[in-house]
Each structure stands twice: as C-alpha cells, then as structure tokens.
C-alpha cells in the first residue's frame, strides 16, 4: 500500500518568505508527527497530532510555526517569516492507533533552504 | 521524562564485521523500545521494535537488538556487515502509556570499508 507521502520534496525560498509544506499520511493512520532534522542532527519534535483530540504542539520552536490537519488525514506544516536557521529536513510520520501507535512510518521528508 | 543516549555519533567497521550499536534509556516504567535506519537522502524505516516479551527482538536486514533492563540499553547488533548498511541509525524509546511522542536519540551514522 502506500506509505506517507512528503510534498514538495525540496523547497528553497528567500528569508522572510512563507512556506507550506504537505504531509499525507498512510490511510487509517490516526496519529500524524512533525520533526525537524537538520543536517547531521536527530530528530527534534514539532507536533503531534492524534485524531480529533487538541494536537500537542509543545515542540514548535516559535509562533512563526503552525500546524493544521485535517481530520485524520492531510497536514499541513506553515513556516512564516522563514530564517536562515529554519533549514533543515521536515519529516512527517504517522502511526496506527491502539498498542501498535508507537510506531512511526515516516515519509521522505521536505528539504527547506532559506537563502 | 523520557531520554535516549546513542554515545557514538561515528561508527566505522569493515565489511563482513560485526558490528553492535549502543543505545541506553531512561525511562519510569516498561519502555517502548525501536531502531530506525535513514539512507542519505531518506525518511526513517523502522529496523525493530520491543514492547514486552522475548528481550532478544529480531528485525529486517539481518539485525537484532536486546533489551537489557538491569543496564537501561537497548544495543542493536548484526553478526555481518554489508556496505549497503551505511546509513543513521536512531534509537527511539516511547511511552507505554500516556503520550505516544517518542523520543529519538541523537544518531550514529555507520561508515563500512570496503
């Protein structure tokens, strides 16, 4: 079946610049997770969504970071007034419910560059 | 609150070596325990995971992990390395219950000679 998909795949923009970037999660998947990678880092948590319930959005770096999601199924990433330090890779994942939820299947990731 | 310590960020190991990943986590009550793998240039893929039972978990690729209460680690191990295994590879530890956020360790990016 198909896995979580990342658009677009690479995205450079110019500082102060707005960027959206698109998550779809595997179909039935309650749970969707945002990270940020950048380079040669781990993975630094940004939100996390879990079905209709309030998302947690304790790991957003800013207010020029949100997140939205559309029931249990696309997400959509928005970085406002883009820095140069917001470069990285966004990865998104998405989980089962029930025991299982622990475990992530993550997309392909976005790579943002903010000149 | 939860924590990963992944203590090696280079791991370098010639090809047809074994090889052993360390991984140590803290942790209240009975953890949810995985390895990922990232190849450059991609998302995670999930190696193995424990979440009770046999400490001794069998994953894809040929790898394998134990889950040492008394030392708090979770090393991932592979009796033979390819060189198609260079990648990152992350520990994650998650909540057995309660919030479902894991936490990722920092990574160790395995390098094989040829």
């Known amino acids: 079946g198909a896995g979580v998909s990342q658009s677009p795949s690479n995205k450079v923009t110019e500082k102060g610049k707005d960027v959206e970037l698109r998550c779809d999660p595997i179909s039935g998947h309650t749970a969707l997770y945002w990270y940020r990678q950048r380079l040669g880092q781990g993975l630094e948590f940004l939100i996390y969504?879990?079905?209709?319930?309030?998302?947690?959005k304790s790991g957003l770096p800013s207010d020029r970071f949100s997140a939205e999601r559309t029931g249990e199924s696309v997400s959509t990433l928005t970085i406002q007034r883009t820095q140069q330090e917001d470069s990285a890779v966004y990865l998104c994942?998405?989980?089962?419910?029930?025991?299982?939820?622990?475990?992530?299947?993550f997309g392909p990731g976005t790579r943002l560059t903010v000149l | 609150a939860q924590s990963v310590t992944q203590p090696d960020i280079h791991i370098t190991v010639s090809e047809g070596a074994s090889l052993e990943l360390r991984c140590n986590y803290s942790y209240g009550a009975t953890p949810y325990l995985f390895w990922y793998v990232q190849s450059p240039g991609q998302g995670l893929q999930l190696l193995l995971k424990y979440f009770s039972g046999d400490t001794l978990v069998q994953g894809i690729k040929g790898f394998e992990a134990e889950f040492k209460r008394s030392q708090s680690s979770f090393n991932l191990r592979k009796p033979s390395v390819h060189w198609s295994d260079a990648a990152e590879y992350f520990c994650a530890v998650g909540a057995s219950g309660g919030s479902y956020i894991p936490t990722f360790g920092r990574g160790t990016s395995l390098i094989v000679h040829p």
């Open positions: 969504f879990q079905g209709n319930s309030a998302p947690d």
């Open positions: 994942a998405s989980s089962p419910p029930g025991l299982a939820g622990n475990e992530q299947f």
